[in-house]
């Protein structure tokens, strides 16, 4: 099975910062990586798919990069509404997440 | 517009069983391998299982596999969850998603709770 880290589990910044999450496969997954987006009490949302191509309606803040085992999300001038919790997610064999990092205000 | 409802969700006690379902409009049902996806109260995401357009190819993950079943009916636009033999840790928010590679729409989700 591919496991799936992610780094830092907790990030503290604020509004206006550039925000950067490391997302790290076991084995090689190609590009089929997915970052998604979730606040308290609501569904995920798909933000990143192909770890690079932004999903229709979200905002151009968001960005992803990497192949192979190494992927980043990053969030380029932090906003209000970005506070939430991102989890990375391979899709190469079967479907599994990332633990999560949770981007809190500091 | 895309929607997903689950339900089914509810109080069972441990080695007890659930069914879960998920309607599915706006879209194109049959086109669309779907998968479950489950969220313990202050966890993080698990897989738990997809299905084909089809439904001649299906995964679970280890967790689950031998105690639940996914299916559907694609003449109803419904998927659907079979958990058998639950235990305390199968408690979880259950979520229904559309498969397009990523999982592009989400429902809202489902609570299930197995506590004697």
């Known amino acids: 099975d591919i496991q799936m880290t992610q780094s830092p589990s907790t990030l503290s910044a604020s509004v206006g910062d550039r925000v950067t999450i490391t997302c790290r496969a076991s084995q090689s997954i190609s590009s089929w990586l997915a970052w998604y987006q979730q606040k308290p009490g609501k569904a995920p949302k798909l933000l990143i798919y192909?770890?690079?191509s932004l999903e229709s309606g979200v905002p151009s803040r968001f960005s992803g990069s990497g192949s192979g085992t190494e992927f980043t999300l990053t969030i380029s001038s932090l906003q209000p509404d970005d506070f939430a919790t991102y989890y990375c997610q391979q899709y190469n064999s079967y479907r599994n997440f990332g633990p999560g990092t949770k981007v809190d205000i500091k | 517009q895309v929607q997903l409802v689950e339900s089914g969700g509810g109080l069972v006690k441990p080695g007890g069983s659930l069914r879960l379902s998920c309607a599915a409009s706006?879209?194109?049902?049959?086109?669309?391998?779907m998968s479950w996806i489950r969220q313990a109260p202050g966890k993080g995401l698990e897989w738990v299982s997809y299905?084909?357009?089809?439904?001649?190819?299906?995964y679970y993950a280890d967790s689950v596999k031998g105690r639940f079943t996914i299916s559907r009916d694609n003449a109803k636009n419904s998927l659907y969850l079979q958990m058998n033999s639950l235990r305390a840790e199968d408690t979880a928010v259950y979520y229904c998603a559309r498969v397009v590679g990523a999982s592009d729409y989400w429902g809202q989700g489902t609570l299930v709770t197995v506590s004697s």
């Open positions: 192909k770890a690079s």
């Open positions: 299905i084909s357009s089809s439904g001649s190819t299906i």
């Open positions: 706006g879209f194109t049902f049959s086109d669309y391998y």
